[in-house]
């Protein structure tokens, strides 16, 4: 079943709800409850959400959504269903992109950079946050570059993730507008109607662009293609992972990881998925995804 409101964590319901030019007041007061009062939108604008390296040798990256405010700092919002070995290195390599694009030609630039902030909309939790007990159940993290004594070196790079299963309270239970919003992340597409405590006009317009029955007909198809992706992604993932920790407890701590990957990758591709998905949630190149396969049939072949 659809539900009456989309999917949040789906391709279709981001770029629906945060996304759209007759959206993108969602985006900003979201935005807005996690930045400082100095970096606080008043108005912002989507631009170019790919970038091509330098070279044909570097790799290309693609954001989720890619937007400067009106006084010059850049957002790179991206939303992440499951977990990717290298998370933390591709959200730092991907911030480097509106770095670079500040470069002002000619002799008189003077190095002065906007601030960039990196938010990571995350359905998962850090592993090396789930036994710390002073960080288990937070559901914000900044991060920024410090020194020795803790105090902040550079404050226009930002990286905030917001790890959402962290995120318990219930309708009850909110009180800020913050609240509020990580509340629909969670709960938006179990939703039967616009509960009491979200009647601000903000909400009031999220659940008119997010309502599946106003959807036009190419909408509703491509939302269900969408969803039907995301249900599909997260069992492959989940039992990928799982078959891939069972292999390591078996086999050791290296051989292991390996088994793993090459069992969520076979899962992955048997699944469906398209090789460039499964190359990039497995961190692997294409010649290793030719090996995997090779193997895979060298197995199949001896078998019979």
Not at 38 to 47: P, V
Not at 174 to 194: A, V
Not at 198 to 210: D, G, V
Not at 240 to 247: L, M, N, S, T, Y
Request: hydrophobic letters at 35%.
């Amino acid at each position: 079943m659809l539900g009456h409101y989309v999917n949040l964590f789906t391709d279709f319901g981001f770029k629906k709800i945060f996304g759209e030019d007759s959206s993108k007041a969602h985006l900003i007061s979201f935005l807005n409850t996690l930045l400082p009062e100095k970096h606080q939108i008043r108005d912002l604008t989507f631009i170019q959400n790919e970038y091509q390296g330098a070279s044909a040798l570097d790799r290309k990256a693609i954001f989720d959504l890619n937007c400067v405010s009106d006084r010059g700092e850049h957002f790179i919002v991206e939303l992440q269903k499951a977990k990717q070995n290298f998370f933390k290195d591709r959200s730092l390599f991907y911030a480097t992109f509106p770095i670079q694009q500040q470069a002002q030609k000619g002799d008189d630039w003077n190095f002065k950079l906007a601030a960039v902030y990196t938010i990571g909309i995350l359905d998962f939790v850090f592993d090396e946050d789930k036994n710390d007990p002073q960080h288990k159940d937070q559901v914000v993290h900044q991060v920024q570059l410090k020194n020795q004594h803790n105090q902040v070196f550079y404050d226009k790079l930002t990286f905030i993730y917001l790890t959402l299963p962290n995120f318990r309270k219930t309708e009850e239970e909110l009180q800020t507008l913050q609240d509020k919003w990580f509340f629909l992340f969670r709960h938006l597409h179990r939703l039967q109607e616009q509960p009491q405590k979200l009647q601000e006009r903000i909400f009031t317009s999220l659940f008119k662009h997010a309502s599946i029955a106003r959807f036009k007909p190419e909408e509703r198809i491509a939302y269900e293609s969408s969803l039907k992706y995301y249900r599909d992604l997260t069992n492959v993932i989940d039992t990928a992972w799982g078959d891939g920790e069972k292999v390591g407890l078996e086999k050791g701590r290296q051989e292991g990881r390996e088994e793993g990957r090459n069992e969520m990758v076979l899962n992955m591709l048997q699944a469906g998925l398209p090789d460039d998905q499964v190359m990039r949630i497995a961190q692997i190149t294409a010649d290793e995804l030719a090996a995997i396969k090779a193997q895979q049939t060298h197995q199949a072949g001896s078998a019979r």
